[in-house]
């Protein structure tokens, strides 16, 4: 701890001497400019004069900065927290943790150390005000600068990080503030926003500490109620409902905080918390005594908020799951650390939906990290993926929550080039999926499994859907002739076959549940084939992502609902769309080459000879087709009746049309064949094995 020590009449004093040395200076410069103007200006002084005065301005500023740090320290000394001598000498204590090297650094200290003790003094047992201040006005004035890192962390330091945790539960029993639960999470939250910006500002050190200081605070019997305090305060803060924290903790921080955490024995604490509610008394009041006191409607488990804001800091989440490790021969090879951690996670939650949604969170996090330029944090990624989709697999379906769902749709769509190798009657090679040993299933299997179980899901859909076909056309930018037309054409129908033969076995699976279960997972479907036919048919929208994005969060989360297409329930039209995308695209790129193709009579409406608005004659005599993406259901007709009436007068000589739909059916049904067979839904089933329990 230092000891700031100030005299405010003798610095006042001194910093008026340099003002008025700074006066007498400027005076004096004056006085030679009015001489050399009386003598004509006998010699050049116009650098004199710029350094003269920017040597006086430097001075003043100086005796600013003085005074700013003058008033600073008086006004901690006058909120009662320094002291002041019978000499007038001020003695304020700053914690070592502080750091001050700015006139600003030192406003944020004094101005959080005021803060600090009037919020701590009115959520004690006696004051209902500090400095005139109620407890109200002191959290408007804490949230109006908990944006800045400085004020933050001498905030932190000034409560002390061990108290953290404690405050809320005075506020809550606090019969002086208008105590109630709302305050108690109120503060929690605005703690944690402080804490999260106060850690952009520690070195790893200083977070270590800091991590260590606040975990033992909630570690030892009778501090475990604190726990849901903690995790009220590093958990939550999901304004916009996505799921995924606001909140940007260091990275270190988050590690340093698990690590210390995962040390305290959830088993025990989760058996004593199940016990504070039942009906024997003494057993509860027993079960009371060793939690101490906690926050309602808070969980208990002690990873549970740091999980949790692990899932908006993908460093952070990767550097929990994959811990210590190297890579080996091109993979991940993880230490003793990481394979302990992942035995002790993959049995932590068994059928508890909060911590399967936290930990799926983190999970979905570090998934993002794939597509790092660093090999060894890519790797490192690849290999945390494969042990969340393993684990995903084993957890039982029923225990599904919606949320784990939208988590599990970031990691497979961070997968998606592994997606296309199944699709096209490959194998995810690339994730090295553990399917030995016991298990009786592929790694197909396992991969499509997981699809299966989070299709029916809006977000998880249309995740994966537009990550998939996002990865299958990333290598068909260009579309210049008829050869890779048919390649993009093809690629995209294999994605679509496959995702849409999975989706219908969701969906016959759905038959006898609820009408209203059944129809959202049937528009789920639906809604993200819609988003994926609009990256096929027009330029690459805000929302599409490829892998190597560091996106971690489901799609829909990221888009604006005016951005949306509209859902027209396109699943039984697959076919009928994607041929409708590839004529247009074919007439747009220049590739039917008989200008008969692009007559009158053809794109016109046989019965009203209305033309149609979307055939489009440019300025140089050229045709295109500028459709809606997706198109619509009588677009998709009327493209339809052009082809045909083309084909059937011979004008497409070069067979762009008929070459295109078969390069679509061979896609679409060698994706579908992977899933119900070379013959269809009602034929021998596909060689891929979905677990569906």
């Known amino acids: 701890m230092a000891v700031v020590i100030l005299n405010a009449d003798k610095l006042a004093t001194a910093i008026q001497d340099l003002r008025d040395f700074s006066n007498s200076c400027a005076a004096a410069v004056t006085s030679i400019d009015n001489k050399c103007a009386d003598e004509h200006d006998p010699m050049d002084l116009s650098d004199f004069r710029t350094d003269a005065r920017g040597a006086i301005d430097c001075v003043r500023s100086r005796a600013d900065d003085l005074e700013n740090a003058k008033d600073a320290i008086v006004a901690v000394n006058e909120s009662g927290v320094g002291s002041m001598n019978a000499h007038g000498d001020i003695s304020c204590e700053v914690p070592d943790e502080t750091t001050i090297n700015t006139i600003d650094d030192l406003a944020a200290w004094s101005q959080a150390t005021i803060d600090a003790?009037?919020?701590?003094?009115?959520?004690?047992?006696?004051?209902?005000?500090?400095?005139?201040?109620?407890?109200?006005?002191?959290?408007?004035?804490?949230?109006?600068?908990?944006?800045?890192?400085?004020?933050?962390?001498?905030?932190?330091?000034?409560?002390?990080?061990?108290?953290?945790?404690?405050?809320?539960?005075?506020?809550?029993?606090?019969?002086?503030?208008?105590?109630?639960?709302?305050?108690?999470?109120?503060?929690?939250?605005?703690?944690?926003?402080?804490?999260?910006?106060?850690?952009?500002?520690?070195?790893?050190?200083?977070?270590?500490?800091?991590?260590?200081?606040?975990?033992?605070?909630?570690?030892?019997?009778?501090?475990?109620?604190?726990?849901?305090?903690?995790?009220?305060?590093?958990?939550?803060?999901?304004?916009?409902?996505?799921?995924?924290?606001?909140?940007?903790?260091?990275?270190?921080?988050?590690?340093?905080?698990?690590?210390?955490?995962?040390?305290?024995?959830?088993?025990?604490?989760?058996?004593?918390?199940?016990?504070?509610?039942?009906?024997?008394?003494?057993?509860?009041?027993?079960?009371?005594?060793?939690?101490?006191?906690?926050?309602?409607?808070?969980?208990?488990?002690?990873?549970?908020?740091?999980?949790?804001?692990?899932?908006?800091?993908?460093?952070?989440?990767?550097?929990?799951?994959?811990?210590?490790?190297?890579?080996?021969?091109?993979?991940?090879e993880p230490g003793k650390q990481a394979e302990t951690r992942w035995e002790m996670l993959s049995t932590r939650y068994p059928g508890q939906s909060n911590g399967l949604n936290v930990l799926t969170a983190t999970m979905a996090s570090a998934s993002s990290m794939r597509g790092s330029e660093d090999s060894g944090k890519a790797a490192a990624a690849t290999w945390v993926i494969s042990r969340s989709m393993e684990f995903a697999y084993d957890v039982p379906f029923d225990d599904y929550t919606d949320t784990m769902k939208e988590n599990l749709s970031v990691v497979i769509a961070n997968t998606s080039d592994q997606g296309l190798k199944i699709a096209d009657g490959g194998s995810p090679e690339g994730l090295d999926l553990h399917t030995d040993g016991d298990r009786d299933y592929t790694d197909t299997d396992l991969y499509t499994t997981l699809i299966y179980r989070v299709i029916d899901n809006e977000v998880a859909s249309t995740t994966i859907y537009t990550a998939f076909t996002?990865?299958?056309?990333?290598?068909?930018?260009?579309?210049?002739?008829?050869?890779?037309?048919?390649?993009?054409?093809?690629?995209?129908?294999?994605?679509?076959?496959?995702?849409?033969?999975?989706?219908?076995?969701?969906?016959?699976?759905?038959?006898?549940?609820?009408?209203?279960?059944?129809?959202?997972?049937?528009?789920?479907?639906?809604?993200?084939?819609?988003?994926?036919?609009?990256?096929?048919?027009?330029?690459?929208?805000?929302?599409?992502?490829?892998?190597?994005?560091?996106?971690?969060?489901?799609?829909?989360?990221?888009?604006?609902?005016?951005?949306?297409?509209e859902f027209d329930d396109p699943l039984p039209n697959t076919r009928t769309t994607l041929e409708t995308q590839a004529y247009a695209e074919a007439v747009n790129q220049g590739l039917i080459t008989d200008p008969d193709a692009f007559n009158p009579e053809y794109c016109q409406d046989e019965y009203t000879h209305e033309s149609y608005t979307w055939c489009v004659t440019n300025d140089d005599g050229t045709t295109s087709f500028n459709l809606d993406v997706p198109p619509t259901d009588d677009q998709n007709d009327q493209v339809h009746n052009w082809a045909t009436d083309i084909k059937r007068d011979d004008h497409d000589p070069d067979n762009i049309i008929i070459d295109t739909e078969t390069a679509i059916d061979t896609g679409i049904n060698r994706g579908q064949a992977r899933i119900l067979g070379e013959d269809g839904a009602k034929g021998e089933a596909g060689a891929i094995e979905i677990k569906k329990d």
């Open 117 to 332: 003790h009037d919020l701590q003094t009115v959520t004690g047992p006696y004051m209902t005000k500090s400095n005139g201040r109620s407890y109200s006005q002191i959290i408007e004035a804490i949230r109006g600068r908990s944006d800045d890192p400085a004020y933050a962390a001498a905030l932190i330091n000034a409560i002390g990080p061990e108290n953290l945790t404690q405050l809320p539960l005075d506020v809550a029993s606090n019969t002086h503030v208008a105590s109630s639960k709302d305050n108690a999470d109120e503060l929690a939250d605005l703690l944690g926003v402080l804490l999260a910006s106060a850690s952009t500002r520690w070195d790893d050190d200083m977070c270590e500490s800091m991590a260590t200081t606040i975990a033992e605070s909630v570690d030892g019997v009778g501090e475990w109620g604190r726990i849901t305090v903690l995790n009220a305060i590093v958990g939550g803060h999901d304004a916009d409902d996505d799921h995924v924290s606001d909140l940007e903790f260091n990275s270190t921080f988050l590690n340093a905080l698990a690590d210390n955490l995962e040390e305290i024995d959830w088993n025990t604490v989760r058996s004593v918390s199940a016990t504070r509610d039942i009906q024997d008394a003494e057993a509860s009041s027993y079960a009371r005594q060793r939690l101490g006191s906690y926050l309602d409607g808070h969980s208990f488990d002690p990873l549970s908020g740091v999980l949790y804001a692990m899932g908006n800091n993908p460093e952070a989440a990767l550097m929990y799951l994959s811990a210590d490790g190297e890579i080996k021969y091109g993979q991940w």
């Open 470 to 565: 996002d990865a299958a056309l990333e290598d068909h930018s260009n579309v210049e002739d008829a050869s890779s037309l048919k390649s993009k054409y093809h690629d995209a129908g294999t994605v679509y076959g496959y995702l849409n033969a999975i989706g219908s076995v969701r969906l016959t699976d759905l038959e006898d549940a609820a009408t209203a279960e059944h129809e959202a997972a049937e528009k789920a479907i639906g809604l993200g084939f819609t988003l994926a036919t609009t990256i096929v048919g027009g330029p690459k929208p805000p929302w599409s992502y490829r892998i190597g994005s560091t996106v971690a969060k489901p799609l829909v989360d990221l888009v604006a609902s005016d951005e949306l297409p």
